[in-house]
């Protein structure tokens, strides 16, 4: 059964829409997010899916709090009058800067990306890395979450801010990114960590690259696969896992389309077709019919 307590401030939400039919609101920076739509794919294949991707503002990782939540605060919206059931906030920066603030603005389900990575990491290891973007790392999310959860943990966190320009360029296989990479996992290596989260939505695409500098027994924990999981016990809750024949996942950005169906092709395996979102343009689009 639907139960729209979630959406009682908005009771016109869903429209004429059936909540079920809705899509899933995905959005990151770039590309990043691509990583939970896989995700997504595998474990929730019957779900309708629409994506934004806020080029015009990439990276994140680099902003101050203050711009991440007036972004987010544009894309919720927009969101809001696609009429999507939920959002997944498919980005760390976000995760760790704006959910907390916007999840008391918004009357729809907002998850996060942080705490299901957090408690996944908790359970698998005592000396836990986490690599991530510079706001990311500086704002200490994962550490306040990780020691919340056990404080006999230890933790450590390195800011990476040459990875997500080298990932939206599609540099996974250039010799300088495994450069990077080794200079920032060597303090962690140095710490002796057993489990490493990607703390950025962007990583989990340099999986082969870490793979091959990490010591073997180092876990790797992929917080994209703990939010879907999130996702899908949510929508369970609420009644609104779809049960209708799903449509084609539709892809927004907010900079150059072609560039980022360029960036995509690797991890879609096609080229998507992209459009620009327009957050003036307040009509809800008929997501059903297309
Ligand atoms: N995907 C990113 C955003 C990276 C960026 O734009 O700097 C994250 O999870 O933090």
Redesign the pocket.
Known sequence: MYSSSIFKNNPDHFGEQEPQRAPIGVF???V??LTVLQQLYRHLPQESIIYFGDTAH????IRSQAEILRYVRQILNWMQHQRVKMVIMA???SSALALEIVRREFSMPILGVILPGAKAAVQQGKRIGVIA?PA?AKSNAYRHAILEINANVQVWQVSCPEF?PLIEQNRIHDPYTTEVARSYLQPLIQEEIDTLIYG???YPHLAPVLRSILPSQVKLVDPAVHVVAACSQDLELLGLSNTYPPVATRFWVSGCPQQFAQSSIPWLGYTPTVEVADFNDTSVSNFTSH
Do not use: F, I, K, R
């Open positions: 990151d920076s770039g990043g997010g990439l990276p994140y990782g980005c760390n920066t973007t990311t997500v950025c939505t962007h």
